[in-house]
């Protein structure tokens, strides 16, 4: 299934045989130009060794090469259909999946299209200056694949608004390049997306936990009824698992950099020598796990429950579950706060599939932070990393308005207050962090802060000039 990459919007969905959708995406991808000029990576750059998905097979799928950045060849891509698909779960279990959008669902379908469309635009925003404070041109290149990947998803959900939802699917592609991340007057839908990425360990951090968030909606989509959003989440899990690669190695060679110091200086604070301490490292561990974790909603929700039921939004691995996949008389247990307690009360199943699809990701993530302990085993160190409790800093569902130590007390204010500075980054902490931020752009040469990769990309060496810049 090659993509016709001729075109001037390279796509495998036979764009030049709808000559008026055609029209509409060329008249909408100068607003992208444009919103990636004004709001894409500052840093100028000749050109960076990219990564171009040119075909949805399983082999060669991608080209490697040096890409003139404004040039990249953005393009809308949905994996290889099954004509024999069949919807595998909810009310329609076991019926045809839909090629064309069913109208009784249209509302929700847009809805949940643009939510993920609004994450896409909003990281690269959010990373928009990283560039000027790289640790090596092996970053920066992966920074650049992030961002432009990015990019492409973001056309992912722009051509379902215009293939499948006229007029008003136009006006939210629009309103995808309006909103900003940040802004006061136009933010972003969802939180974790108007949070700063300062710094390259909040980029670690959010590449790790932020866009493993973005696997785990994915999934859900990916199972839909709706054939064109399954497709097209399946094809872009396929580029997000770089997204991840880059979070887990990234905290990975900043933890090894950090237990080198430490058993070099014999301390248990690398600060001093140039490094990022392990009391800092879990600190901003501790804010972006946490606010990740409100990205999946509340604990009960009966629009995810409705999604479900009508076949719009499955669960992760929906086929690998074992009961009925209706869900219509089974019940889950979900957190509460009773009586000054942290319980469970029995729900029904449906309505707690927000919960379901978290405990997914809780479990994921922890096998990062076993990943970076071992490092720190291995280095002969007793310190570990954790997971702090999923009622910690919460600002959605259940814990929102309460405080939760990362050990899982509920405490008073006085408490919170007296124990934050040692749990949450401090402007202390975010201080040193940004003064170990000095670009090196020289190959072979990383940050002093920040281990180097193991490998380089698609078979290169660490010292290949993986960026050329202006």
Same mark, same amino acid.
């Given at each position: 299934m090659r993509a016709d990459y001729e075109d001037k919007i390279p796509n495998n969905v036979g764009l030049a045989d709808d000559r008026r959708l055609q029209r509409a995406l060329e008249s909408? &991808? %100068?607003?992208f130009a444009t919103w990636w000029a004004d709001m894409g990576p500052q840093i100028p750059t000749e050109d960076v060794y990219l990564r171009t998905a040119i075909n949805v097979g399983r082999e060669g799928w991608a080209h490697f090469g040096h890409v003139q950045v404004p =040039?990249?060849?953005?393009?809308? *891509?949905l994996a290889e259909r099954d004509p024999d698909r069949r919807i595998g779960f909810g @009310?329609?279990?076991? +019926? %045809?999946?839909?090629?064309?959008? %069913?109208? +009784?669902?249209?509302?929700?379908?847009?809805?949940l299209i643009v939510i993920q469309g609004d994450t896409e635009p909003a990281s690269v925003e959010q990373q928009r200056r990283l560039g000027y404070t790289a640790p090596s041109l092996y970053d920066l290149r992966n920074l650049f694949q992030v961002n432009v990947e990015e990019g492409r998803h973001l056309w992912a959900m722009v051509y379902l608004l215009h293939a499948y939802f006229g007029v008003e699917g136009r006006a939210e592609a629009a309103d995808l390049l309006r909103r900003n991340s940040g802004s006061a007057d136009s933010p972003r839908i969802l939180g974790a997306?108007? @949070? +700063?990425? %300062?710094?390259?360990?909040?980029? *670690? !951090?959010?590449?790790?936990?932020?866009?493993?968030d973005g696997k785990y &909606?994915?999934?859900t989509l990916k199972e839909s009824g709706f054939d064109p959003l399954s497709r097209t989440a399946e094809f872009m899990l396929? +580029?997000?698992?770089?997204? !991840? *690669?880059?979070?887990t190695t990234g905290v990975d060679r900043t933890v090894e950099r950090t237990a080198q110091l430490m058993v070099e200086h014999e301390t248990d604070d690398a600060g001093p020598h140039g490094g990022i301490g392990l009391d800092v490292i879990q600190k901003y561990l501790n804010f972006h796990y946490s606010v990740s974790l409100d990205l999946f909603g509340g604990e009960t929700s009966t629009n995810v429950a409705n999604y479900y039921s009508a076949g719009l939004k499955g669960r992760w691995q929906e086929e690998r579950r074992g009961d009925d996949h209706k869900?219509? =008389? =089974?019940?889950?247990?979900?957190d509460v706060i009773a009586d000054g307690q942290i319980g469970q009360t @029995?729900?029904?199943?449906?309505?707690?599939?927000?919960?379901?699809?978290r405990g997914q990701y809780i479990a994921d993530c922890a096998s990062g932070v076993k990943r970076w302990n071992r490092i720190l085993e291995q280095a002969g160190l007793p310190h570990r990393l954790a997971l702090p409790h999923h009622g910690f800093n919460r600002q959605v569902g259940a814990f929102a308005g309460v405080h939760v130590s990362p050990d899982g007390r509920l405490l008073d204010d006085a408490e919170w207050e007296h124990g934050l500075t040692g749990w949450l980054p401090t402007d202390v902490d975010k201080a040193h962090v940004r003064s170990l931020m000095r670009p090196v752009y020289e190959r072979g040469k990383i940050a002093s802060w920040l281990a180097p990769p193991r490998n380089g990309i698609n078979g290169q060496p660490f010292d290949y000039e993986y960026v050329h810049l202006a």
């Open positions: 909408w &991808q %100068p607003r =040039d990249y060849r953005w393009g809308i *891509f @009310e329609h279990k076991g +019926e %045809p999946a839909w090629q064309q959008l %069913p109208g +009784e669902y249209r509302a929700d379908l847009r809805r997306f108007n @949070e +700063e990425t %300062p710094d390259w360990l909040s980029f *670690f !951090m959010f590449t790790y936990f932020t866009d493993r &909606q994915l999934g396929k +580029e997000e698992a770089h997204h !991840m *690669f880059v979070g869900l219509t =008389d =089974d019940g889950a247990l979900v @029995e729900v029904a199943a449906l309505t707690a599939l927000n919960c379901d699809l």
